[in-house]
Nanobody, 121 residues
Framework: QVQLVESGGGLVQAGGSLTLSCVASGSIFSINTMRWYRQAPGEERELVAG???????DYADSVKGRFTISRDNAKNTMYLQMNSLKPEDTAVYYCNADVRPYSDYTFYSYWGQGTQVTVSS
């Protein structure tokens, strides 16, 4: 069984910063791409950023230059440093990872439970 657990969300004023963490645990053989998604009320879930095992990262246009995704492969952990936050960044942030369990040769997509980020104006 594989679990992803996010942490670090909260309430912050516009212009402030937050760092989200996502820890993967369980019967993990390897992790391929890791991603952050977010979903605002009444909106569809959108991809915020993704990162490959080697560190290559990509971002949604709306967060480029403000957010930085990173990962620590030894700790099975991913981070999202969010700077210059805006009210429109308010959403539930979810981590997602493509994980190969020890018991299988296939990668499966796992999701965390989400962490709320609220940016006040």
């Amino acid at each position: 069984q594989v679990q992803l657990v996010e942490s670090g969300g909260g309430l912050v004023q516009a212009g402030g910063s937050l760092t989200l963490s996502c820890v993967a645990s369980g019967s993990i053989f390897s992790i391929n791409t890791m991603r952050w998604y977010r979903q605002a009320p009444g909106e569809e879930r959108e991809l915020v950023a993704g990162i490959l095992p080697g560190g290559r990262a990509d971002y949604a246009d709306s967060v480029k230059g403000r957010f930085t995704i990173s990962r620590d492969n030894a700790k099975n952990t991913m981070y999202l440093q969010m700077n210059s936050l805006k009210p429109e960044d308010t959403a539930v942030y979810y981590c997602n990872a493509d994980v190969r369990p020890y018991s299988d040769y296939t990668f499966y997509s796992y999701w965390g439970q989400g962490t709320q980020v609220t940016v006040s104006s």
